[in-house]
């Protein structure tokens, strides 16, 4: 309400004054009466009007005309609610945005660098797809968004690499050798050395005494338990490990108690590439009433957030979000197969053509031997059944040895294209640079050194659909979520329906807009006025109409 102008306060009061005269408009009144001013009205978030009924007429009143309550029935308020408005306004000034709207990390560089400075020039967040990368890969990207992004901020995955973790390490100390200082932290299941050495790095107590963690951790969680570890304080245990390794100073180790690990944490539903499967509206209440269980027991001096992610890939998917009391939301899914992202116009293409039902779980390479899925794709490609074989043969074989003559030939000629033994050489060059005891482990455990010949492949997959190799093309490994589906839908006959015509602020702003109208005309509903879906198809909009509004 605050957003009403002076001259409409009158108008609010007399409102509440008439409640008990609220009446149902129907669709052929307002087509009768008022089609035309209430669509302008309604499709621009930033104004505010009523609906009034006199002598059976649907009017609208805008709030700037000089309208006397006295000669006519109000029905209903339709406040402003601007793409501004939605979610924490301290998530977008904590982190420099205007919209409370993140795209996501996407491994191997699919959320590339361009995604990501695009995003954050047009004011949302952005968060760089570090995950898989080199050092030399990610530094590169780090050079890249600090030239193309100005005084707008991003930031970058730290993916929880249990099978690595000297690599998690040294991409810690890159992020504070940099001078990152927000990173969005994924797949953690524990708190690791690393992260927490990340969020003490640069820690103090200010003049009013408060400590203030200049590292800033957007943690992403799907269960419960792994959200209560990134609300709280670094566990006292870690913390006296890094303090005995001298890693952290005595001092941060005291200033750590009084500082969550992560404010901001996104609850992430069933998305693309790592999920639970876990439905959002289920999800989000119970992390709601976590947060303000541990912001009642730790009272820190800052208010936690509570973001959700998985699912979001239209309009009203992102309004369920924010009524919910999303802080911000993220998508992931929708973004894949936009122009700027890492990955080929082939898999953009596939992306465009994808239905809800067309996705599955299959093994994940990173977390392989754990039997750990993500999302996939399974339209178009053969990877979900062939990665599930992978994952049969390494739980019913000993080593390579052992595995069956016919099944170890449909690997060579089928699925890898080439022998087992040169998957070995390329494996032992790969790991010999980033993670030599990766090979140690693997000459001691033949289990061990079938499992990274099979994350050869597992790895390759999503590489070749990310390179758009044609001649792999039934090997893609597209990670992807039901939001994707979900997108298409609501983009059939639109400008967005085309692959080549979706970057990622086009969708993020339809999403947007479209939010804000959603939410507008369920607050008309709720005030008994029901306007009907064919006056106002929200179809998205091309970005001269929606610039306007931003
Ligand atoms: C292709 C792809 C790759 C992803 N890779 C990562 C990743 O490396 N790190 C991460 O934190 N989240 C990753 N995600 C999850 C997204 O950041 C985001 O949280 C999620 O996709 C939101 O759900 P949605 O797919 O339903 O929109 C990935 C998602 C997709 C679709």
């Known amino acids: 309400m605050t957003v009403l102008k002076d001259s409409t306060q009158d108008q ?39 609906l009034s009924s006199a002598d059976g007429q649907i009017t609208t009143v805008n709030t700037g005309q000089n309208h006397s309550a006295g000669d006519q029935t109000l029905s209903a308020l339709c406040p402003q609610l601007t793409w501004q408005q939605l979610g924490d306004a301290t998530f977008c000034s904590e982190h420099r945005l205007r919209y409370a709207y993140m795209c996501g990390a996407m491994a191997n560089g699919i959320a590339s660098a361009e995604l990501v400075a695009a995003s954050a020039n047009a004011g949302f967040l952005g968060s760089y797809g570090a995950a898989g990368q080199s050092l030399d890969a990610i530094n590169t990207a780090i050079d890249y968004l600090e030239q193309h992004c100005g005084e707008n901020n991003f930031c970058i995955n730290l993916i929880h690499s249990p099978n690595e973790p000297e690599h998690e390490g040294k991409v810690v100390d890159l992020f504070i050798k940099r001078g990152i200082t927000l990173i969005e932290a994924s797949a953690y299941l524990n708190l690791t050395p690393a992260v927490i050495r990340y969020r003490l790095h640069g820690i103090y107590r200010d003049d009013n005494g408060i400590v203030q963690a200049p590292n800033k951790i957007i943690a992403k969680a799907s269960r419960i338990e792994v959200a209560t570890r990134w609300w709280n304080p670094p566990p006292e245990k870690m913390i006296a490990e890094l303090l005995a390794k001298s890693e952290i100073t005595a001092e941060q180790a005291e200033l750590a108690k009084e ?58 998917s992102a309004a369920a979000a924010f009524s919910m009391g999303a802080a911000y939301i993220v998508t992931g899914s929708v973004n894949q197969a936009c122009v ?84 070995w050489q390329q494996t032992q060059s790969f790991f010999n640079e980033r993670e030599p005891k990766q090979i140690e482990k693997a000459l001691k455990d033949p289990k061990h050194k079938m499992a990274l010949v099979f994350r050869w492949y597992l790895g390759k997959s999503s590489r070749w659909a990310n390179a758009g190799d044609a001649t792999r093309q039934m090997d893609y490994q597209v990670w992807c979520g039901p939001a994707m589906g979900a997108f298409n839908e609501w983009a059939k006959n639109s400008c967005l329906e085309q692959a080549e015509n979706r970057n990622v602020k086009l969708v993020a702003y339809n999403i947007l807009h479209g939010c804000c109208l959603h939410l507008r005309l369920q607050m008309l509903k709720q005030q008994g006025v029901g306007i009907h879906a064919s006056l106002f198809a929200q179809k998205p909009l091309s970005m001269d109409v929606l610039e306007r509004f931003a």
């Open 12 to 50: 609010l009061l007399n409102l509440t004054d008439c409640k008990g005269e609220l009446g149902f408009c129907t669709s052929s009144d307002l087509q009768t009466h008022s089609k035309e001013s209430l669509q302008e009205l309604l499709s621009d978030p930033r104004s505010s009007f009523f």
């Open 259 to 316: 500082i969550p690990m992560a404010v901001d944490l996104t609850a992430e539903a069933d998305s693309g590439g790592h999920t639970d499967n876990r439905p959002a509206l289920c999800m989000f209440p119970t992390f709601l009433a976590l947060r303000d269980q541990i912001q009642q027991t730790q009272k820190y001096s800052v208010s936690l957030r509570l973001g959700l992610g998985g699912g979001i890939g239209t309009p009203s």
């Open 340 to 423: 700027e992202s890492g990955s080929s116009d082939n898999v953009r293409k596939m992306l465009a053509g994808t239905e809800q039902a067309d996705v599955t779980m299959a093994p994940a390479a990173d977390m392989f031997e754990m039997g750990v899925k993500l999302q996939v794709l399974k339209r178009g490609t053969f990877f979900p059944m062939r990665a599930e074989k992978l994952y049969t043969l390494y739980k019913s074989c000993a080593s390579l040895e052992d595995i069956p003559p016919a099944d170890k030939k449909q690997l060579e000629e089928q699925f890898f294209k080439t022998s087992i033994d040169d998957i």
